[in-house]
Nanobody
Framework: QVQLAETGGGLVQTGGSLRLSCAASGRTFSNNRMGWFRQAPGQEREFVAA??????????YYADSVKGRFTISRDNAKNTVYLQMNSLKPEDTAVYYC???????????????WGQGTQVTVSS
């Protein structure tokens, strides 16, 4: 059974930083896309970032709203993906979901595996 367990959410002031972690168990994702989505109250779930690997190259993808502020990375030995969030804004407030086997079909449209989510709240 595949499980994705997120940690690292919390309350932070505008301009602050948080680091989310997602530990995967049940299978290895080292050669698969992993990523993060988020959902704010009353809004649809949206793509945040993804990371993939092809041969020896690692590729990262970001939503325009977080580009330059968020960094996604992974530690394949630990089967873990991270999301470093800097310069946080109140509009970043949401539940953040770790995902495995992220799907792309013109847009980042979902994933096969989802964590339970972790709350990130940015106060103004």
């Amino acid at each position: 059974q595949v499980q994705l367990a997120e940690t690292g959410g919390g309350l932070v002031q505008t301009g602050g930083s948080l680091r989310l972690s997602c530990a995967a168990s049940g299978r290895t994702f080292s050669n698969n896309r992993m990523g993060w989505f988020r959902q704010a109250p009353g809004q649809e779930r949206e793509f945040v970032a993804a990371i993939s690997r092809s041969s020896s190259n690692t590729y990262t993808y970001y939503a325009d709203s977080v580009k330059g502020r968020f960094t996604i990375s992974r530690d394949n030995a630990k089967n873990t993906v991270y999301l470093q969030m800097n310069s946080l804004k109140p509009e970043d407030t949401a539940v953040y979901y770790c995902v495995g086997d992220v799907r792309y079909s013109g847009t980042w449209c979902g994933a096969d595996y989802w964590g339970q989510g972790t709350q990130v709240t940015v106060s103004s």
